[in-house]
């Protein structure tokens, strides 16, 4: 039997019931549960919670080495320059401790660090944060979008972007890219040891109503903060047609109980677009490329 070791790197909240660390642990397991054509994988997953401002002695360096792969989160942006974020010193680590994992998988902030290191690339900031479902067309090759559909959709939610053309430009493969919302995954030449999402395939269903809601109560909070934006592409029409008169009402009266039944989808018929089958394949893809390093490697030691 073939064990692959996933480690989950919650770098968003410490708490064991964090909904970074349940919609990643649902997500691999859903890709999990699409392998049947490798009848010794079995799955196990640990999960590590750490503050990515913290010292880094306080990591635990062994449990993520003994890992054969790492998804890393990715976690609240403090500076405009990537690369003055705090964070830097973690991820840093990570690549370097940890750099004979099979693949590791950085999301979000986490993949804009880890280009930076990589590869020298900046992010920018957006005039308007990119959050919504966007579609994006495969652009390359590889095991990671096997199986895929020309058109797939994915969430962002994001207030930074570093640009396809300067992926492009960096010689970093881009395998799912648009013209709406910038590249969501790309990797290394090898297809599999970096392995960077810009975007949230992982989300659920109720996850950017539920971003959205945590955004309405820190501007009622601090109304000096941009005035959140519905999530594009993601409400059906009556319900975003709501939530817009709703936004009147939260910005005019500035009452938090007017975000006591605030609607959030209960399945994915209750939004626009269903990710979740996209999302199955490729982590489902993403384990299979592991599984078999693994057993090629275990091959080549015997």
Same mark, same amino acid.
């Given at each position: 039997m073939m064990v692959v070791r996933v480690g989950i790197v919650d770098l968003i909240s410490l708490r064991a019931d964090s909904m970074t660390r349940r919609v990643f642990t649902e997500a691999v397991a859903a890709g999990a549960a699409l392998i049947s054509d490798r009848s010794d994988f079995r799955l196990e997953t640990t999960v590590f919670g750490i503050d990515p401002l913290g010292p880094l002695d306080d990591v635990d360096w062994p449990g993520l080495r003994a890992m054969d792969a790492l998804i890393v989160s990715g976690s609240e942006p403090t500076t405009a320059d990537i690369a003055d974020e705090p964070s830097l010193g973690l991820i840093a680590g990570m690549l370097r401790e940890c750099s004979a994992a099979t693949s590791l998988l950085f999301s979000c902030q986490s993949a804009h660090a880890a280009l930076h290191f990589l590869y020298g690339l900046r992010r920018q900031r957006l005039g308007v944060r990119c959050h919504g479902?966007? =579609?994006?067309?495969?652009?390359? +090759?590889?095991? /990671?979008? +096997?199986? =895929?559909? +020309?058109e797939v959709f994915v969430p962002h939610s994001r207030w930074n972007v570093m640009t396809s053309a300067d992926l492009r430009d960096a010689s970093v493969p881009i395998l799912l890219d648009s013209t709406e919302s910038e590249w969501h995954l790309a990797a290394s030449a090898d297809g599999l040891q970096h392995v960077f999402l810009q975007g949230h395939p992982e989300y659920l269903c109720d996850t950017m109503a539920r971003e959205y809601r945590r955004d309405l109560r820190r501007w009622l909070a601090d109304q000096t903060r941009p005035f959140p934006e519905i999530p594009l592409a993601y409400f059906p029409f009556e319900t975003h047609q709501y939530l817009m008169h709703h936004a009147m009402l939260v910005r005019?009266?500035?009452?938090?109980? /007017? /975000?006591d039944d605030f609607p959030l989808p209960a399945s994915y018929a209750e939004v626009t677009s269903d990710w979740s089958g996209h999302t199955g394949i490729f982590f489902a893809n993403w384990l299979r490329a592991i599984h078999d390093r693994l057993e090629a490697k275990a091959l080549l030691a015997a």
């Open positions: 479902t966007f =579609l994006h067309e495969i652009s390359g +090759a590889g095991e /990671l979008v +096997a199986g =895929l559909p +020309a005019s009266q500035g009452d938090p109980a /007017l /975000l």
